[in-house]
């Protein structure tokens, strides 16, 4: 699904990413961890396109990226909900973005409202909200858009340890019950463990891989 190829990411001369090479196999899940500053945020934001590279090149089902794909969902640490609108709005947002009709809106929202057990909340505004309640919204605000890969920025790691399991259940469900890729930065060992497939061991400093495992215990 993924496919990365002698990657080069500099800000000025410093170099965040060194000819980095990595797949990421279709309807697999990839945990990227490594200390801070290694370059976790810098490779996603590349695959997400939002960030174009200083030379290498990378493809997502065979094609090369030109900017953000329509079927990329992205989740980051601070959620991204507008506070000025309702947890009904928030989600509704990317059905809106790409210009879904309304009733194609109304039916994906209720769905996936209903899906996460966010029905009760549906009014409510992100203020209202705990933190894992938040991130329940971001979840399926990005759902709506169907997406066949699904990038994820330290998705938990502001929340809570109950939350944070809850909602790690949550998002293994939903990889399960939908057909997706999802690559997951993290700094939590445990977090890799139980999303990745494969985990994808960053350098300190040095925007390399150091090492790839495949994960048996996925899941567990
Ligand atoms: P991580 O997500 O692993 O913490 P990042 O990808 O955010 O790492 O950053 C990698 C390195 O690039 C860090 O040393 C960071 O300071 C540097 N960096 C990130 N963004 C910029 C930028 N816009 N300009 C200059 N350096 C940056
Ligand atoms: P906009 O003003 O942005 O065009 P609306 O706020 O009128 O959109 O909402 C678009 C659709 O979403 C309408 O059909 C509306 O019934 C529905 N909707 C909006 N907010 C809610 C909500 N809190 N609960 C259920 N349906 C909602």
Same mark, same amino acid.
């Given at each position: 699904? *993924?496919? *990365?190829? $002698? @990657? &080069? *990411?500099?800000? #000025?001369?410093? +170099?965040? +990413? $060194?000819? /980095?090479?990595l797949n990421v196999e279709k309807y697999s899940s990839?945990?990227?961890i490594g200390p801070s500053g290694c370059g976790k945020t810098t490779l996603l934001y590349a695959v997400a396109g939002i960030l174009k590279p200083s030379s290498? @090149? +990378? %493809? +997502? &089902?065979?094609? %090369? *990226? %030109? #900017?953000n794909r329509k079927s990329t969902g992205i989740i980051l640490q601070n959620y991204g909900l507008l506070p000025w609108k309702t947890v009904w709005d928030n989600v509704a947002l990317g059905l809106k973005i790409r210009k879904a009709n309304r009733e194609t809106i109304n039916k994906k929202v209720t769905n996936i409202l209903k899906k996460l057990d966010l029905e009760d909340l549906k009014d409510k505004y992100p203020v209202q909200l705990s933190g894992g309640q938040r991130q329940r919204v971001a979840i399926a605000r990005t759902l709506t858009i169907?997406? $066949?890969? /699904?990038l994820m920025d330290e998705p938990f790691s502001s929340l809570d340890a109950i939350s944070r399991e809850s909602l790690q259940d949550l998002l293994l469900r939903l990889y399960k019950e939908n057909k997706m890729t999802m690559v997951i930065v993290t700094h939590n060992i445990e977090e890799a463990v139980f999303l990745g497939h494969k985990i994808v061991i960053m350098a300190k400093r040095e925007g390399k891989i150091k090492k790839v495992i495949e994960n048996p215990y996925f899941g567990d």
């Open positions: 699904m *993924i496919e *990365i190829e $002698d @990657l &080069n *990411i500099r800000y #000025g001369n410093f +170099i965040a +990413i $060194d000819n /980095l090479n990839c945990a990227i290498g @090149l +990378i %493809k +997502i &089902n065979g094609e %090369k *990226i %030109k #900017g169907e997406p $066949d890969l /699904l």
